[in-house]
């Protein structure tokens, strides 16, 4: 397993769950001064930096890139692939296309997470599904053009209401044929939802390509009331080969939650 910490630059998300907001000089120097061996990109668009400033950055600290959020299209654009307004959902898939063609370009796949936004009055439950199974499709097809995959991430009851638990987002993408598309496994959302984290993980590893290794209480494993060493061998059990990536509160400060989430990682 590898470990991943969260660099974020949207100033909408300065309260969120990711550990350093400095410029990225500075969180890439962070991330190799704390031994991680790559960095998960939160950014504002594609367009925030160049791709060869990220990799001037990679080389000069010798980082790889985890994954690349999507999430400011949703927090900064109020931008869902859900959205009732057709016009919104294509704009919400440009974004998300953009930011795959440049992860693309850093080898790192992209992350759906809030932008797949949620079913309502004005949208029933099963358009909302057939919304999301249709621009997966066409957002997996463009990561199959970098050779990378694209991650979807359920989430819990109170972000959406289209999958809060790892099995019923795996038959999801297997009744699709999204062969290209993981599970982002967040420990934070699974605590809430799954009713055992063991055999939510058990039953999707197959399917799991990137992991939010977070306490209950959405801080470093360690600082909240999650048994996190029996899971941390289960998935060493499993062959899980992926990231454990630091989505987490910077708690007390994001200097000690990066140190403390990498002790954590230890088996
Ligand atoms: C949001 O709660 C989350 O977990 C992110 O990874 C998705 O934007
Ligand atoms: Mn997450």
Redesign the pocket.
Known sequence: MKTAVTLCRVAEAAAGPFVFHDELPIGFAKAKQHGFDAVELFLPSAHEVSVAEIKQLQEQHGLLIAAVGTGAGMVKHGLTLTDADPAIRQKALEFILELVDFGGQLDAPAIL?SMQGRSSAAVPHETALSYLANALKVISARAVEHNVKFIY?PLNRYETNLFNRSSDATAFLVKHQLDNVTL?A?FFHMNIEEASMEQALAENIAHIGHI?FADSNRRAMGFGHSDYKPLLLLLHQLGYAGYLSA?ILPLPTADEAAAQFIQSTIL
Do not use: T
Request: charged share 50%; net charge negative.
């Open positions: 997470g991430e982002l967040d939010h989505e």
